[in-house]
């Protein structure tokens, strides 16, 4: 064997070792993700609605007496708190936790905003208040109210939940309501960091 050939011999050795230095690793990786081998877990702390759920048109009233509907839940993320007919102490927690939710989420909290939806008179003291320029608080009477509410209750567990509802008018996921807002902060940076939209 000549100087050249074993020359050119070692070179391709070496670039066959380079190739696979760099390109086993790649195809390990490939063939554990799309193998039942292993896949990195994706968790969320809440409960997801799925297939998310469109919310109906409804008409909802606002506390000065003018009415909206269930558009002005797009457009932005919303954190929805479902009261009933009168609104505890457990109400007023909620929403304080919420506003803290939203306040840890820093450059993204314009993207997030408070619901409280009612079915009866909202007899939540001070709320909104001076602090409370994203809080909506919403009235749902009537049939399509009910309709809607019927709607959160469906896929709630029995416990008072918080609600998210996507900037398209969408019900995607369930948090317990006070069962822990590091969760549910964690959840929301996810979904804002992935979101286009909202």
Request: aromatic share 6%.
């Amino acid at each position: 064997m000549t100087d050249a050939a074993a020359r050119r011999r070692s070179s391709r050795r070496n670039f066959l070792l380079l190739a696979a230095l760099f390109l086993l690793p790649f195809a390990a990786a490939i063939w554990l993700y799309y193998s039942s081998a292993w896949r990195p877990a994706i968790t969320a702390h809440g409960e997801l609605i799925d297939p998310p759920r469109l919310l109906p048109e409804a008409v909802l009233s606002l506390p000065d007496g003018t009415v909206t509907s269930t558009r002005a839940m797009h457009g932005v993320w919303s954190l929805l708190y479902l009261a009933g007919n009168s609104c505890a102490e457990s109400c007023t927690k909620s929403l304080a936790e919420l506003a803290k939710v939203r306040l840890a989420l820093d450059k993204d909290a314009t993207r997030v905003q408070r619901i409280l939806l009612h079915s009866g008179e909202c007899c939540v003291p001070g709320f909104p208040g001076p602090g409370d320029a994203d809080l909506l608080v919403l009235g749902a009477t009537g049939a399509d109210g009910a309709a809607l509410i019927a709607l959160f209750l469906r896929t709630a567990s029995g416990v008072a939940s918080v609600y998210v509802v996507d900037p398209l008018g969408n019900l995607m996921m369930r948090h317990p309501a006070g069962g822990g807002a590091q969760g549910l902060l964690k959840d929301l940076e996810r979904l804002l960091r992935l979101s286009g939209i909202g």
